[in-house]
T-cell receptor, first 113, second 116 residues
Framework: NAGVTQTPKFQVLKTGQSMTLQCAQDMNHEYMSWYRQDPGMGLRLIHYSVGAGITDQGEVPNGYNVSRSTTEDFPLRLLSAAPSQTSVYFC????????????FGSGTRLTVV | AQTVTQSQPEMSVQEAETVTLSCTYDTSENNYYLFWYKQPPSRQMILVIRQEAYKQQNATENRFSVNFQKAAKSFSLKISDSQLGDTAMYFCAFMKFTSGTYKYIFGTGTRLKVLA
């Protein structure tokens, strides 16, 4: 089925470890983004990309890196995990205008101990 | 700066009844888009309904409709004939296109429980 695929669904990390959250979409969407969801805070934008080779920072980029080598893939890298990065992470994609809203992945629940 | 406020952290409604979730926003823009997203216990975020600010007619999608009051900066979601499957967290979102990209602001969500 067409959509946004996120892996893994759950992950536990130790403080200081690094990892990559994977995101892939097969809808030829130009725009992709990463959000984190924390209780009582809605969704906050981490990084986004308007097309292959182009990325930019969102509201809460510290501690995260992204790259966009293809239209389909937009991985999120945690460089050195901290307990403050415990959250649910969502990848979302849309056409460049986004007038029709996002398509979201199913999320990754990350716990940093 | 734009803000989106959902003042009802939790609500409940009896099955088959109607419920309205409120959302207000603050902006000086004239052209923008508003969305309601649903997040059921499965965690998947699903677009429920969207509204273009330049359209006066309120959007409707089956049992879901909005009451868009542009002057009051209000964008409430009405769910008619509530079903158990409507139990979810609902997020209101504001979006504008600016400087070659677009900016999304999400509210903090309203948790809706439909009671049998």
């Amino acid at each position: 089925n067409a959509g946004v695929t996120q892996t893994p669904k759950f992950q536990v990390l130790k403080t200081g470890q690094s990892m990559t959250l994977q995101c892939a979409q097969d809808m030829n969407h130009e725009y992709m983004s990463w959000y984190r969801q924390d209780p009582g805070m809605g969704l906050r934008l981490i990084h986004y990309s308007v097309g292959a080779g182009i990325t930019d920072q969102g509201e809460v980029p510290n501690g995260y890196n992204v790259s966009r080598s293809t239209t389909e893939d937009f991985p999120l890298r945690l460089l050195s995990a901290a307990p403050s990065q415990t959250s649910v992470y969502f990848c979302a994609s849309s056409y460049s205008t986004n007038y029709f809203g996002y398509t979201f992945g199913s999320g990754t629940r990350l716990t940093v101990v | 700066a734009q803000t989106v406020t959902q003042s009802q952290p939790e609500m409940s409604v009896q099955e088959a009844e109607t419920v309205t979730l409120s959302c207000t926003y603050d902006t000086s823009e004239n052209n923008y888009y508003l969305f309601w997203y649903k997040q059921p216990p499965s965690r998947q975020m699903i677009l429920v309904i969207r509204q273009e600010a330049y359209k006066q007619q309120n959007a409707t999608e089956n049992r879901f409709s909005v009451n868009f009051q542009k002057a009051a900066k209000s964008f409430s979601l009405k769910i008619s004939d509530s079903q158990l499957g409507d139990t979810a967290m609902y997020f209101c979102a504001f979006m504008k296109f600016t400087s070659g990209t677009y900016k999304y602001i999400f509210g903090t969500g309203t948790r809706l429980k439909v009671l049998a």
